[in-house]
């Protein structure tokens, strides 16, 4: 064996748990599918909030462990990707969240008239705010430095990777409903809308968890990204004109001039969706090794991404 661990899978939560393991002082290698800027996590929006994930108990502690990396990684936003920017969450009362919400700074119940849109309540709150593409390169930069390659390798199980080192960390996504198998893991699509920015410094979100129709839009530099969907077990890889227009009309009836802004892409992602919510496992492979999962994040893989990577880290290593 010429690893101490094999990281399987190279999104956010892939790259974050192979960093801690390595800053342990583990020999890491990350085997990835896709490249780095062509996983799900590279489509995301990315604000910070749990949103779309269970455990609610165990997802608090996760959320505020991720939440206070994003601060820090902030101070130095060109390089990492990470702002703190303002912005409000639409429908929801402060009174309605847990515990957790006590930690979130700047964190403040709105009176009507200050929530844009047709809505009635909301919040406001200065987040982390997460541009990927660069957040991921410079996650490969910080792996690169402390001597994680990351491999582009397709894998049909583990045994391949338990052959190879002998703790194996299973953090493949949507994948994993075939590679574990793992019939609790359904896609859930969301589907975005990428357009020149008219001049909106401020994200905003109005995203029922029950509902397939979410609104939001992000500001990221050079660009506004519009979302979104949430349409549970739909598969198809491919932007619909039908959905892209419903994006933009939802979003412009709480900013009118995102009506009139010129599109420059579509995304598509699916998200890794888990009925019982995330899965954060350690059992034994066959010839004395380990495999650790670390899979099922939905929507929120960004939000959590640290938490989960040291709980993941703790199993991998004890």
Same mark, same amino acid.
């Given at each position: ?12 939560? &892939? ?8 800053? =342990?002082?583990?020999?890491? /290698?990350?085997?990835?599918?896709? @490249? ?31 939440? $206070? ?17 303002? &912005? ?19 964190? *403040? ?32 930069? =910080? #792996? ?21 080192? *002998?703790? %194996? ?39 029922? +968890? ?34 892209? @227009?419903?994006?933009? +009309? =939802?979003?412009? $009836?709480? /900013?009118? !001039?995102?009506?009139? +802004? ?7 992602? #699916?998200?890794?969706? *888990?009925?019982?919510? %995330?899965?954060?496992?350690? !059992?034994? #492979?066959?010839?004395?090794? =380990? #495999? ?19 709980? +993941? ?6």
């Amino acid at each position: 064996m010429s690893d101490d661990v094999i990281v399987v899978g190279g999104g956010i939560i &892939g790259l974050t748990t192979a960093l801690t393991l390595a800053e =342990r002082g583990l020999r890491v /290698r990350v085997w990835s599918r896709d @490249a780095v800027t062509g996983t799900t996590s590279a489509v995301a929006g990315a604000l910070w909030w749990p949103y779309r994930i269970e455990p609610a108990d165990e997802v608090a502690g996760w959320s505020l462990e991720s939440l $206070r990396v994003y601060e820090k990684l902030a101070g130095d936003a060109a390089a990492t990707g990470v702002r703190i920017v303002a &912005g409000v969450h639409a429908d929801m009362v402060l009174g309605d969240l847990g515990d957790w919400a006590r930690e979130v700074p700047e964190l *403040r119940q709105l009176a009507s008239a200050e929530v844009p849109g047709p809505y009635g309540a909301g919040l406001a709150a200065r987040l982390p705010l997460i541009d990927m593409p660069v957040h991921l390169t410079w996650l490969c930069g =910080r #792996l690169e430095a402390a001597g994680v390659v990351v491999e582009r390798r397709t894998v049909t199980g583990f045994a391949e990777a338990a052959r190879a080192a *002998r703790v %194996v960390v299973n953090c493949t996504g949507p994948a994993a409903g075939e590679l574990v198998p793992d019939a609790r893991m359904r896609p859930v699509r969301g589907q975005l809308v990428v357009v020149e920015n008219p001049g909106i410094a401020e994200w905003f979100t109005a995203a029922d +968890a029950a509902s397939s129709e979410t609104t939001y839009f992000f500001p990221q530099p050079g660009r506004l990204i519009l979302g979104g969907t949430a349409q549970e077990d739909d598969e198809r890889p491919d932007p619909d004109p039908a959905d892209a @227009a419903a994006i933009v +009309a =939802r979003c412009a $009836r709480v /900013r009118p !001039e995102i009506a009139d +802004a010129r599109v420059l892409g579509h995304r598509v992602g #699916l998200r890794p969706a *888990r009925s019982g919510g %995330v899965r954060i496992a350690a !059992e034994p #492979l066959a010839g004395g090794g =380990r #495999l650790v999962h670390n899979y099922g994040h939905g929507g929120a893989g960004v939000t959590v991404a640290w938490g989960c990577a040291l709980r +993941a880290a703790e199993l991998a290593v004890g």
